[in-house]
């Protein structure tokens, strides 16, 4: 009998470990996720701040040209 009790013990102590290593890993792959999503909006922030600098500079240019052409005619 006492060797069921320890039996039913030790099962019972297993399956709950397993269960927290699976709540953990959950956890862990919910984070990386998360992670992964906000690396990805700082990347779409970065590539559209550039592309407006780009557009920016070249509104630069060509109202220099624009200025530069006024000047010589």
């Given at each position: 009998m006492n060797k069921m009790v320890a039996y039913a013990k030790a099962v019972m102590i297993r399956d709950r470990q397993l269960n927290q290593k699976?709540?953990?890993w959950d956890d862990n792959k919910t984070q990386e996720k998360k992670k992964d999503i906000m690396m990805e909006i700082e990347r779409l922030k970065k590539i559209k701040y550039d592309e407006e600098e780009e557009e920016h500079k070249k509104q630069e240019v060509i109202r220099g040209r624009q200025v530069a052409i006024e000047q010589i005619t």
């Open positions: 699976k709540d953990i």
